[in-house]
């Protein structure tokens, strides 16, 4: 079916949206990550956890906080451009430290504090974490 100049077809995990980004630009979106934004929250009981790889756009942390935490966020070849990654823990994480492979992390806090969400957004244009709303 053809719609004004575009034709329509269904959507499958190596089809790519238009739209745009939150600099303004007009980018490709991946549906997968497009369908990722309305994930269910993965649930981490961290009672002896240090460390975790986010691979959900939700993640909460559950139980005792440990000295240190360490957070990793998807790497910069994951094609991510624009979406954003919440994280919240039921306790305070007093150390917690942030990394991605290939991208810097700007703005994340030292300190996970307790209910309180931190929102993380991607700028591919830069391979950047930066801290959002």
């Not at 979106?29 to 002896?48: E, H």
Request: with cysteine; charged share 5%; net charge neutral.
């Amino acid at each position: 079916m053809k719609v004004q100049n575009y034709i329509t077809e269904t959507p499958s995990t190596t089809s790519k949206v238009f739209g745009t980004n939150a600099a303004g630009k007009t980018v490709n979106f991946d549906v997968p990550v497009l369908l990722a934004l309305n994930q269910t929250p993965s649930v981490i009981s961290t009672n002896d956890l240090t460390l975790a790889t986010l691979t959900n756009v939700n993640t909460y942390f559950t139980g005792t906080a440990g000295a240190s935490f360490a957070i990793t966020l998807p790497a910069s070849s994951s094609n991510l451009d624009g979406v954003k990654y919440v994280v919240m823990s039921t306790a305070t994480r007093a150390t917690t430290s942030w990394a991605s492979a290939g991208a810097a992390v700007v703005g994340a806090p030292a300190t996970l504090t307790a209910n309180t969400p931190v929102c993380l957004q991607y700028s591919h244009a830069n391979a950047t974490w930066y801290i959002s709303i």
